[in-house]
């Protein structure tokens, strides 16, 4: 269900009787005081109880916490669920069998009977190993060729062994990456001491593009005593946008009548395009984007804007797109001086894309307004992106985007557009309710669908193929998104945060590749690094 990517074979090999025992743990850069983490990497981790004596590592091994956040957070879990069963009638060598109705699709609760199996769940997401007879769980870490990134190792004794002369640790040897600690690279034996609780400044710097690895650390006895999974980044993905400031236009004529064919002629307040323009400017959003958050996933965003002008104005060149204030209000889309959500993405796109000097688009298009959109119960909405239908092509921001502390807003609505989820359920009750009424109501519609495959021909059998295909997406998007999280209590970019705190910093690595996914199918390019 979710990707885990390079696995290194299990070591079960223990310390000999007299040597100290232990591991070591790759940790972000900003462990125990290090360097702040703004999101120039990609970093997930999680943690977990260790083996007591008496506790074979085959046994069942709680995590205790995923990015530092506890796992007392982690709620629900996608469960596929299970086919009905028919009635039959029992036979001469079998017993009969009761009609078993299907249980459909929907997130579970992480409690109870079934709460190891969910918990086994999120475990299989991350690579887990067995590390001096213990369960070890290694970190994932994603980077861009030729970057360079500081992290953290600590050292973690696991018996009261003395620590030997020759006990001695090291970094294995990689042709496209190089690790120094304490002065000391992987080019050759380290050669590092272990000492217990020591955390160690350690600085990896990609030397050229290079498939998914797994970066051992050894022991003396080239026994393993950590792991780092690296991902692949020998590709480059690259997500096309392209931005459409949306202002209020007045007709040249108020006599012209509203809806004329061709459209009545407009104009825009002075400045107000200039305003709007340096305000999502100030936001330098596509650079936060490609430095800060997308860049996890190894997505790279390309703007693509007008031709420039023969005589260079003030601003750079920029998609202007007139709304007719009298049309959207016969229309809907526009009540009191506020847009209203209804539809607003798909009009907004068939006005751009009839729009002479815009037109279609093949990537991903961010609609700036100049309005505020219809604010929620908790206040006035930044952003919003829809993750249905799939592969939707807008991202719509509102005045309320444009004030400072917003980006992380608009990268999180940006997300949906990419095919990620709330890491929490939309509800506030603790069943799932609302979340499952979707997931039960699709998969409902597509067992209908799928029963009248048998009796439709030409035109109809091409039809019901074509919902099947569009429901087997949408059910999709809740399968790939599985683990729900308490709402506010992670830093991943798909959570809710309070207030203006900017906690939200980073994607999961499972969300790396569901990104990536999804520029390839449908917005973007893949190329290789160099």
């Not at 596929?80 to 017993?95: F, K, M, R, Y």
């Not at 039960?440 to 059998?461: E, N, P, R, Y």
Request: charged content about 15%; some cysteine.
């Amino acid at each position: 269900m979710v990707t885990t990517g390079a696995h290194s074979p299990q070591n079960t090999n223990r310390a000999a009787p007299l040597d100290v025992a232990y591991w070591v743990q790759f940790r972000r850069g900003d462990y125990r005081g290090g360097t702040v983490y703004t999101g120039t990497y990609g970093f997930d981790w999680v943690e977990w109880k260790r083996n007591s004596a008496n506790n074979p590592a085959t046994a069942y091994d709680d995590l205790t916490a995923v990015m530092g956040k506890p796992i007392s957070n982690y709620a629900f879990c996608y469960d596929p669920g299970l086919p009905g069963i028919s009635a039959q009638a029992a036979t001469a060598t079998q017993p009969a069998i009761p009609t078993k109705p299907a249980i459909l699709p929907h997130y579970a609760v992480v409690a109870g009977l079934y709460k190891q199996r969910y918990e086994d769940e999120l475990h299989k997401g991350y690579t887990k190993l067995i590390v001096q007879g213990n369960d070890y769980y290694a970190p994932w870490l994603s980077l861009r060729p030729h970057q360079t990134v500081q992290l953290k190792l600590e050292v973690e004794f696991l018996n009261k062994n003395p620590v030997q002369p020759t006990n001695l640790f090291t970094v294995a040897a990689h042709s496209d990456y190089l690790v120094t600690i304490t002065g000391k690279t992987n080019a050759a034996p380290m050669q590092l001491v272990p000492k217990n609780k020591q955390v160690l400044d350690v600085t990896i710097e990609c030397l050229r593009p290079s498939a998914a690895i797994a970066l051992r650390v050894e022991d003396e006895h080239k026994n393993l005593v950590g792991q780092l999974n690296i991902a692949d980044n020998t590709t480059v993905y690259e997500l096309p946008l392209r931005v459409v400031y949306v202002l209020v236009g007045k007709p040249m004529n108020p006599k012209d009548p509203v809806g004329a064919t061709p459209p009545r002629p407009l104009y825009a307040r002075p400045g107000n395009q200039a305003t709007l323009q340096r305000a999502f400017e100030r936001l330098l959003f596509i650079d936060y984007l490609n430095k800060h958050t997308l860049n996890q996933a190894l997505i790279t965003c390309v703007l693509h804007a007008p031709p420039p002008a023969p005589t260079p104005p003030p601003l750079a060149p920029a998609y202007q797109l007139l709304i007719d204030e009298d049309q959207w209000k016969a229309d809907g889309h526009l009540k009191g001086g506020v847009l209203q959500p209804d539809q607003l993405p798909e009009y907004c796109e068939k006005l751009a894309t009839a729009h002479p000097a815009i037109g279609p688009f093949s990537g991903l298009t961010i609609f700036v307004h100049e309005l505020d959109r219809t604010p929620s119960p908790v206040g006035l909405i930044a952003a919003s992106g829809s993750i249905l239908p799939v592969g939707a092509k807008t991202l719509m921001i509102y005045r309320e985007g444009l004030r400072a502390g917003k980006k992380s807003t608009l990268a999180h609505e940006l997300g949906h557009v990419l095919g990620l989820k709330h890491c929490f359920l939309d509800t506030p009750a603790t069943t799932g309710d609302d979340d499952n009424a979707t997931v039960g109501a699709v998969a409902q519609q597509l067992a209908k669908l799928q029963a009248m495959v048998t009796g439709a021909s030409g035109t109809g059998l091409q039809n019901v193929n074509n919902s099947i295909n569009s429901l087997t997406l949408n059910l999709a998007l809740h399968q790939n998104n599985p683990f729900k999280f308490s709402q506010f209590s992670t830093e991943n970019l798909m959570d809710y945060e309070l207030g203006a705190a900017n906690t939200r910093l980073s994607y999961w690595h499972w969300q790396w590749f569901l990104m990536q996914a999804d520029v390839t199918a449908y917005y973007g390019t893949k190329t290789v690094a160099r």
